[in-house]
Nanobody, 123 residues
Framework: QVQLVESGGGLVQAGGSLRLSCAAS????????MGWFRQAPGKEREFVAAISWSGDTTYYADSVKGRFAISRDNGKNTVYLQMNSLKPEDTAVYYCAGGPRAGSNNPRTYSHWGQGTQVTVSS
């Protein structure tokens, strides 16, 4: 059974930092590109960042470029999202997902999803 478990969310003041982790089990982690998506109340789920199976290629939404960094450790079956200079508009539930080996910004291409972790940024 595939499981993706996010952790590291919480409440932080604007300008602060958080590091999200997503631990994967039940799949060959290194076969998958991994992505982070987020969904704010009343809004559609949106792409945040993605990383290829090897970690060589990364993709970012324009809204987080230069502030967020995605990385992975295939030995630990874990993908990370370092979030710096957080803004109130970053408030959302953050989901990790496993999908195409090259990585993708299209949520429809991802086959495995975690349950999400709440990130709240206060002004």
């Amino acid at each position: 059974q595939v499981q993706l478990v996010e952790s590291g969310g919480g409440l932080v003041q604007a300008g602060g930092s958080l590091r999200l982790s997503c631990a994967a089990s039940g799949l060959t982690f290194s076969y998958y590109g991994m992505g982070w998506f987020r969904q704010a109340p009343g809004k559609e789920r949106e792409f945040v960042a993605a990383i290829s199976w090897s970690g060589d290629t990364t993709y970012y939404a324009d809204s987080v470029k230069g502030r967020f960094a995605i990385s992975r450790d295939n030995g630990k079956n874990t993908v990370y999202l370092q979030m710096n200079s957080l803004k109130p508009e970053d408030t959302a539930v953050y989901y990790c997902a496993g999908g195409p080996r090259a990585g993708s910004n299209n949520p429809r291409t991802y086959s495995h999803w975690g349950q999400g972790t709440q990130v709240t940024v206060s002004s």
